[in-house]
Structure formats: structure tokens, C-alpha cells
């Protein structure tokens, strides 16, 4: 038996200011990443994928800089994009409960109700989160 390996490739990596507008210069990055790399199905989900996490780690972890990157991935003819976001906190991301009437709290439900599968591992200097977006195959 053998494994296929996953091929995967940087499309762009930089580094945001843990700021409100962080979110929205993501989204910017992502949508034109993706453009010029041909992978401009996969910028609805990825830019609100990438506004979601972006936008915790500033919210939530309190981070002055947000490490943001796009990745193409193939394997076996399937093709995907995965986001991965840095910040400082050591802190795991909370999928919350929100209610109706609550403003806040289903970003990370919009991440996995996009993705394929998120979720995120502890690093040198806090942590990464990650979503996995699998391009969507018209049926025939």
C-alpha cells in the first residue's frame, strides 16, 4: 500500500495589526491571492473564513500582530485551500452556544459550517488555527 502525499504551496503569508480593520484587509489579500493564483471559486468561503479568524484573533486573543496564510493543497486530483491563522495567545479558540438574540458568537460556526474541517494546534509563539476548504464539484 502506498500513501499519497499532499502537495502544498504558499500562495501569500503576512502579517496584520491586531486592529478592527484587520478582518477587512484579510478578506482584500485573500480575494486577490486567490484570484491571481486561479483559485478564485474558493474566495467566498476563504475570505469569510480568513475575516473570521482574523477577526477573533483580534478580539479574543488580544493580539497586536495576526499571522495570516494561504495555502493551496492537492492530493490524490482533490484540490484545497487551507487558512491559517497566528496569534500570541496560547489560548484554544471556544465554539460558543450564542443564542438568537445574541450579536456575537457564531464566527467560529461559520467556519465550520464552510470549511471541511478547522481546527487549530499550539505553537512557539501562541497558537494556529486553520480551516480547510475543499473545492466544490458541480454535478454533471
Do not use: Q
Not at 3 to 21: D, K, Q, V, Y
Not at 24 to 40: I, N, P, Q, T, W
Amino acid at each position: 500500500m502506498t500513501a499519497t502525499a499532499t502537495e502544498t504551496t504558499s500562495l501569500i503569508a503576512f502579517i496584520l495589526p491586531g486592529a478592527p480593520c484587520s478582518a477587512r484587509m484579510a478578506r482584500f489579500y485573500v480575494r486577490a491571492a486567490l484570484s491571481y493564483h486561479d483559485l478564485g471559486d474558493f474566495s467566498g468561503d476563504a475570505e469569510a473564513v480568513s475575516s473570521e479568524l482574523v477577526a477573533n484573533a483580534a478580539t479574543h486573543a488580544g493580539a497586536s500582530r495576526i499571522g495570516l496564510e494561504l495555502m493551496r493543497m492537492e492530493r490524490s486530483g482533490v484540490l484545497a485551500v487551507c487558512v491559517v491563522v497566528t496569534d500570541s495567545s496560547p489560548h484554544p479558540p471556544v465554539l460558543r452556544d450564542a443564542r438568537d438574540d445574541d450579536e456575537h458568537g457564531r464566527g467560529l460556526h461559520v467556519v465550520a459550517g464552510l470549511s471541511a474541517d478547522w481546527s487549530w494546534a499550539p505553537c512557539e509563539t501562541g497558537k494556529a488555527v486553520y480551516a480547510i476548504l475543499i473545492r466544490k464539484e458541480c454535478p454533471v
